[in-house]
């Protein structure tokens, strides 16, 4: 099973993004998704994480800003990202793990490759 994250890039504070995490040749049943970070010199840390039956959770830091939602038709999983600031700045990952969503990295078996996110100031 593959995870392909997308759509990071650079924006200047204020800016929005959107990112896509697509889980080839199967999709998001029965599994949560996560999205985590990791900027330099930093542990990756849990950003977002939307449950098997939707139940969303969101960092603190975040929360009010980003937006994490499931495409059944796409097989996708997004996070919208406004209001960005640059402490923001990082890789972000998608994982999944089966059925309860978890804010701990370690709990996830499956990590897409990363995409980078750099918010300017």
């Known amino acids: 099973v593959q995870l392909q994250a997308s759509g990071g890039g650079l924006v200047q504070a204020g800016g929005s993004l959107r990112l896509s995490c697509v889980r080839s040749?199967?999709?998001?049943?029965?599994?949560?998704v996560g999205w985590f970070r990791q900027a330099p010199g930093k542990d990756r840390e849990f950003v977002s994480a939307l449950n098997w039956s939707g139940v969303r959770d969101y960092a603190t830091s975040v929360e009010g800003r980003f937006t994490i939602s499931r495409d059944d038709v796409k097989n996708t999983v997004s996070l919208q990202m406004t209001s960005l600031k640059p402490e923001d700045t990082a890789v972000y990952y998608c994982a999944t793990r089966l059925w309860r969503s978890s804010p701990n990295p370690g709990d996830y078996d499956s990590w897409g490759q990363g995409t980078l996110v750099t918010v300017s100031s």
């Open positions: 040749g199967r999709t998001f049943s029965r599994h949560a």
